[in-house]
């Protein structure tokens, strides 16, 4: 299991995710990172969700956009999760998603696939048995 945040450039907006095949351990990192309760929290294998982070969590009641995958290996889900991604940041953040953003889309949805297959800046996530 891995996670890590793409900051969502020139924003201050940053995408969270989180690799795993351990529906358990998805469901224990999501309430320890976002404080969230179980049935906030899982949808399947891959998706794409919008959090409001508990005000008791390290985000301070933040809303997040957070992507789960399987892996990050497997380059068709993440094409699909990406077009979930910026029509969340269209929600959340307002931004343009028309006729004349077209450039703005395609930079921006190379931009997260390049930072999602990287090897670099993940972080390894474990547990002690006792979480």
């Given at each position: 299991m891995k996670f890590?945040?793409?900051?969502?450039?020139p924003s201050v907006w940053e995408l969270h995710i989180l690799v795993s095949k351990d529906h358990i351990k998805s469901r224990r990192f999501l309430k320890k990172e976002y404080r969230l309760k179980?049935?906030?929290?899982?949808?399947?294998?891959?998706?794409?969700q919008t959090i409001d982070s508990g005000n008791k969590s390290k985000h301070n009641g933040e809303s997040l956009?957070?992507?789960?995958l399987?892996?990050?290996?497997?380059?068709e889900t993440i094409v699909h999760e990406i077009v979930h991604v910026m029509h969340r940041m269209q929600?959340?953040?307002g931004?343009?998603?028309g006729w004349d953003s077209q450039e703005w889309q395609a930079l921006m949805q190379e931009y997260i696939?390049?930072?999602?297959?990287?090897k670099k800046k993940?972080?390894?996530?474990?547990?002690s048995k006792k979480v």
């Open positions: 890590k945040k793409i900051k969502l450039n179980d049935d906030d929290t899982w949808r399947s294998l891959n998706f794409v956009i957070f992507m789960h399987s892996s990050n290996k497997d380059y929600n959340l953040f931004v343009d998603l696939f390049k930072k999602i297959i990287s993940w972080k390894k996530i474990t547990f």
